[in-house]
């Protein structure tokens, strides 16, 4: 069970700030800074509704991962595997 704790401590987002680029500055709970690259996400849907700049500006961290207004979130392992650390 600790296996899985420590795992799911490394996954948990804590903070996250969003760019111009359709960029995600994420920071985990470890302290990890990493920067998540939307775009390649935005054709998918629900996710391309973040197309729209104004509604991508919205993102904030519940539960542990990134979420939008409409129920649009990421889980957090995806934003962890796919990002890059800054």
Same mark, same amino acid.
């Given at each position: 069970?600790?296996?899985?704790?420590?795992?799911?401590? =490394? &996954? %948990?987002?804590?903070?996250?700030?969003?760019?111009? +680029?359709?960029? $995600?500055?994420?920071?985990?709970?470890?302290?990890?800074?990493?920067?998540?690259?939307?775009?390649? =996400? &935005? %054709?998918?849907?629900?996710?391309?509704?973040?197309? +729209?700049?104004? $509604?991508?500006?919205?993102?904030?961290?519940?539960?542990?991962?990134?979420?939008?207004?409409?129920?649009?979130?990421?889980?957090?392992?995806?934003?962890?595997?796919?990002?890059?650390?800054?």
């Amino acid at each position: 069970m600790n296996e899985v704790g420590s795992t799911e401590t =490394l &996954l %948990d987002v804590v903070s996250v700030v969003t760019e111009q +680029d359709y960029a $995600l500055l994420i920071v985990f709970k470890n302290g990890q800074r990493r920067r998540f690259d939307m775009k390649p =996400l &935005l %054709d998918k849907k629900p996710l391309s509704k973040l197309k +729209d700049m104004p $509604l991508f500006l919205k993102a904030t961290v519940a539960h542990g991962t990134v979420i939008w207004p409409g129920n649009i979130d990421i889980a957090p392992e995806t934003l962890w595997d796919k990002s890059e650390p800054i």
